[in-house]
């Protein structure tokens, strides 16, 4: 059985959120030491961000930390980042002949109101090299080959980066919108760095939060807590919806759902044994497999049992888990199927 224990108050892991995400290495040391660690890392996020179904609007890597802005798709962030980070520490420490953690522990993500900063962001990321001192001047920067900006540029090709949603912002016709993109990025050199975008502070330095209510219908920068990007009313909206997803968990939990619990009601959906839906190894049948696909779904999404997890109890890849996940919500969505009946 697997330990679910009670669910963390820390990340905010909202289906469809945009993040900000920051990796940086332990104690600030390298991550990258050269251009084949970067290739690495790229082909790596490429492969994990179609994988998922996640968008990539912009990214950036610097030696020793990484900016990525994503959206995530059915596959939550936590695992998209484990996935990634994890599996390229691993490929570094045995191709550089090291040991131990290369990353902080915990990766730095920030949940960002799309309408008001998703441009911002996009910029910001993107002059990152820029103001680390990788390119030596704004031309050069659009030559970078590790930042998405010459991708944007059309310079560079990254299939796996959503251009066409950041120049839709721009205009229809690509050409116009990447001349507008190309200025609007050159504008925000002179902003230098942005801490009001890295998360932290108005809880802090604002007074709490009567003072984000008292600012929420102010047109003023507001931001109400270090995991959310945004006005105070989308602070409290993104914060509502999380408690929402908590109190259902506790609420499952107390009616004493479990994974066991989960398997008897997608058995009795499917017509599978809960043996056969609970039987560690790959499913061959396709009942079966729909049964497994429906059990991953619910035990991470209504439960907030980790992909890690699963994957040790059903002796599968966490990989595998993540597919099984998003084909159990399709089925869910196609059937009509809830856990509570």
């Known amino acids: 059985m697997v330990a679910i ?16 995400v920051i990796a940086r290495g332990i104690a ?19 492969d994990i961000v179609n994988e998922s179904k996640a968008s ?37 420490n045995l191709k550089h002949r090291r040991k131990g953690h290369l990353f902080q522990n915990r990766y730095k993500s920030i949940l960002c109101q799309e309408e008001r900063y998703l441009l911002e962001l996009v910029r910001y990321i993107h002059l990152n090299p820029l103001r680390a001192g990788l390119a030596e001047n704004y031309e050069d920067l659009c030559r970078y080959p590790y930042c998405g900006h010459s991708v944007v540029l059309g310079r560079r090709k990254r299939e796996w980066q959503d251009v066409k949603y950041v120049l839709g912002y721009f ?37 709490g939060w009567a003072a ?15 995991r959310i990007l945004g006005e105070g009313a989308f602070v409290e909206q993104v914060l509502a919806d999380a408690e929402e997803n908590l109190d259902r968990r506790y609420r499952l939990m107390a009616k004493g759902y479990d994974i066991e619990r989960v398997a008897e009601r997608v058995a009795a ?57 998003k084909r159990g919500a399709e089925l869910a969505g196609e059937k009509k199927y809830n856990l509570e009946g």
Not at 5 to 20: Q, V
Not at 176 to 196: C, L, S
Not at 218 to 224: A, I, L, W
């Open 5 to 20: 224990g009670m669910p963390r108050r820390s990340r905010i892991d909202a289906p469809g959120a945009l993040n900000h």
């Open 56 to 92: 990539c609007y912009a990214w950036a890597l610097i030696p020793n930390h990484i900016h990525l802005l994503l959206r995530t798709g059915p596959v939550p962030l936590s695992s998209i980042m484990k996935r990634l980070l994890t599996g390229y520490a691993v490929t570094f």
């Open 212 to 226: 984000v209510k008292a600012l929420r219908d102010s047109e003023s920068y507001q931001k109400g807590d270090e």
């Open 28 to 46: 600030r040391r390298g991550v990258f030491l050269n251009d084949a660690d970067r290739d690495e890392f790229l082909e790596r996020l490429g």
């Open 171 to 207: 205009g229809e016709r690509p050409a116009d919108a990447r001349r507008k993109y190309r200025e609007f990025v050159k504008e925000g050199i002179g902003q230098g760095r942005r801490p009001d975008l890295v998360g932290g502070g108005l809880l802090r330095s604002q007074g």
């Open 269 to 325: 959906l499917t017509g599978v044994s809960v043996q056969d839906v609970l039987r560690p190894g790959r499913a061959r049948r396709k009942v079966r497999v729909d049964a497994r696909d429906l059990l991953c779904y619910w035990a991470t999404t209504e439960l907030g049992v980790r992909q890690t997890n699963l994957a040790d109890m059903l002796r599968l890849t966490q990989p595998a888990i993540s597919v099984a996940v």
